[in-house]
C-alpha cells in the first residue's frame, strides 16, 4: 500500500508484457503441467474428515473479513480461535462482537495477531486452526491460502482466489498434496435468484443451454477517498496499469455452475477480451483531489469497460463484463440462454417459447415482478427454502453471505463435498491474468489453462442442495 506495492504492481504488469511476447506455447495459459511435478488427489468431489466443532481462524477483518468472522460465530458447531489484521482496533472490535454472540459459552478465548505483516504465519503456527478465512488485499490471497493449507487448515479465500496463472497451479498443487480443501467465497451463488436459475437449469426448463451473460458493473470510484487505510488504499493501485477483467468471478460463477463448467459436460476452453478508453478514474482523480496528491501521480491504464467472451469446449459462449467506474446502476447481467428460454436478472426476468404459464403469451415478452411468484413457488431452491429466512435476518447481500458461511461449515461438519472446489475458484478468477494477456495481444484468443488436468470430465455436477 505505499512504493513497494505500487513497484510490485508495475514489475507484475511489465512481467504480464514480457509473457504476451513469448511463443503461444510458452504463454502463461498453456503451463497445464508446468506444476504437475507430482500426480497428487484430485480435489473436485474431495470429502474432509467431519469436524465436529470447527476451529476458525479469520486473517483480515476489515470491509469483508469483519462480516465473515461474526456471521461465522452465529452458526453452531464454530469455535473462533484467532482473529489477525494489520489494525489492532479491527482485530480487537471482530473479536469483542464474536464474543458477545457466544454470549459467554463460545468464542471466548480468541487469540488475537496484529501490528505485524507477518502475524499470520505466526496465528497459523500456534493456534492450528481448522479453517482460516482469508480476506486481505488480492495481492495476498495466494500465499496465505497454500500456507494455511500446509499448516494443516482448510482454506477459504475472497475473490479472486489469485492474480496470477502460477499461483493458481500453487494453490491446486498444495490442495491435491495436503487433502486441504481451498475454496474461493463466491458469495453470489448464494443469492435468491441465482439459486432459482440454477434450479430451473438443472430441470430443464430452458432446454439446453446455449449462452450466458455475466457482469460486475458497480462504480466504486468513491474508494479512492480510503487513500490511507481501507479497500481504496490498495485497490486503487490495481487500475494503475492493469488492463483487463479484474473481477469476474461475482457474474460468471452463477453462470459457470448453471452450465457446469469444469463438472462433466463442459469446461473453459478459450478466452478474447477488449478495453474500452481508460478515462474515469484519471478525471475522478483530477476533479477529487489536489494536483499534487498521489492518485495524480498515477496514470490510470485498465480501460473502464472490460468485455470479454469465453468458448467452452462444446462450443458455448460466455460474455463476461467489468466496469468499476462509470455512472450507471449496478448489474451483473446474470443470464442464461437456452434453446426453450432466457432467464435473466437485473431486474428479475424470465421469457419461455410458448410464454410463461398463466403470466405471458409468448417469448417476446418478459415475465417480471410480482408475476414471478408463481415461479419463485414451483421452482424455488430447496436449500433457499431451508435457509432463505434466517440468511436474510443474517444479513450480509440480502443473506447470500450468511448462506456461504452456513454451507462451508455445514459441510465441514457433515462431511459432504464444498459447493465450489478449488479448480472452480481457479477457472473463474483466471479470467483476470488471461484477459489482460489477450487485451495487450489486442483481443487475440488465449487458452484456459486445465487445472484439473483432464478430471473435469469425471466431476460430478453440483448438486440441487436440500
Known amino acids: 500500500m505505499n512504493s513497494n506495492r505500487r513497484d510490485f504492481l508495475k514489475k507484475t504488469s511489465i512481467a504480464g508484457a514480457g ?33 465436529e466443532t470447527v476451529r476458525c481462524a479469520f486473517i483480515g477483518v476489515g470491509a469483508r473479513g469483519s462480516g465473515h468472522s461474526t456471521r461465522t460465530a452465529t452458526i453452531e458447531g464454530t469455535e473462533v480461535v484467532a482473529i489477525c489484521d494489520l489494525y489492532e482496533d479491527l ?129 466504486l470510484r468513491f474508494q479512492m477517498n480510503e487513500v490511507e487505510r481501507g479497500t481504496g488504499s490498495w485497490r486503487t493501485y490495481e487500475y494503475e496499469n492493469r488492463d483487463g477483467n479484474l473481477y469476474p468471478t461475482h457474474g460468471l460463477g452463477p453462470v459457470a455452475q448453471y452450465m457446469n463448467l469444469g463438472r462433466g459436460d463442459d469446461n473453459f476452453e478459450r478466452i478474447v477480451s477488449m478495453s474500452s478508453p481508460a478515462r474515469g478514474r484519471n478525471l475522478y482523480a483530477k476533479k477529487n483531489f489536489p494536483a499534487d496528491h498521489k492518485w495524480n501521480q498515477l496514470d490510470f491504464k485498465g480501460g473502464d469497460m472490460n468485455t470479454s467472451i469465453i468458448k467452452s469446449t462444446i462450443g458455448r459462449t460466455v460474455m463476461v463484463q467489468w466496469d468499476e467506474t462509470s455512472p450507471r446502476p449496478y448489474s451483473r447481467h446474470n443470464l442464461i440462454q437456452g434453446t426453450k428460454g432466457t432467464l435473466t436478472g437485473f431486474p428479475t426476468r424470465i421469457a419461455l417459447e410458448g410464454g410463461v404459464e398463466d403470466i405471458t403469451k409468448n417469448h417476446h415478452q418478459w415475465a417480471q415482478g410480482e408475476a414471478l411468484d408463481a415461479i419463485y413457488e414451483k421452482y424455488e431452491h430447496p436449500m433457499y427454502k431451508r435457509l432463505g429466512e434466517i440468511s436474510k435476518k443474517q444479513g450480509g447481500h440480502g443473506g447470500m453471505d450468511f448462506m456461504m458461511s452456513y454451507r462451508i461449515i455445514e459441510c465441514l461438519r457433515k462431511g459432504q463435498p464444498l459447493d465450489q472446489n478449488v479448480y472452480e475458484g481457479c477457472f473463474w478468477s483466471a479470467v483476470g491474468p488471461l484477459s489482460e494477456q489477450s487485451v495487450m495481444q489486442h483481443g487475440s484468443s488465449v487458452e484456459f489453462p486445465d487445472f484439473t488436468r483432464g478430471q473435469w470430465k469425471n466431476t460430478k455436477p453440483l448438486n440441487i442442495v436440500s
Open 91 to 219: 482485530a480487537t472490535k471482530s473479536a469483542n462482537k464474536c464474543k458477545e454472540i457466544g454470549k459467554g459459552e463460545r468464542h471466548q478465548n480468541i487469540a488475537l495477531y496484529h501490528s505485524d505483516k507477518k502475524a499470520w504465519k505466526k496465528m497459523l503456527k500456534k493456534e492450528k486452526p481448522d479453517a482460516v478465512f482469508i480476506s486481505t488485499p488480492w495481492a495476498d490471497h495466494a500465499t496465505m491460502a497454500i500456507e494455511a493449507m500446509k499448516s494443516g487448515a482448510h482454506a477459504f479465500v475472497e475473490v479472486p482466489i489469485a492474480l496470477t496463472i502460477e499461483e493458481m497451479w500453487k494453490i491446486v498443487d498444495t490442495s491435491e498434496k495436503t487433502q486441504k480443501h481451498c475454496m474461493m467465497m463466491e458469495n453470489v451463488n448464494y443469492g435468491r435468484e441465482e439459486l432459482l436459475y440454477l434450479n430451473m437449469c438443472r430441470k430443464g426448463v430452458i432446454g439446453e443451454l446455449l449462452h450466458g451473460e455475466a457482469a460486475y458493473i458497480h462504480e
Open 19 to 51: 509473457m504476451a511476447m513469448l511463443p503461444n506455447f510458452l504463454q502463461a495459459s498453456n503451463f497445464t503441467n508446468a506444476f504437475n511435478f507430482n500426480q497428487q488427489k484430485y480435489m473436485g468431489d474431495f470429502i474432509a474428515p467431519k469436524l
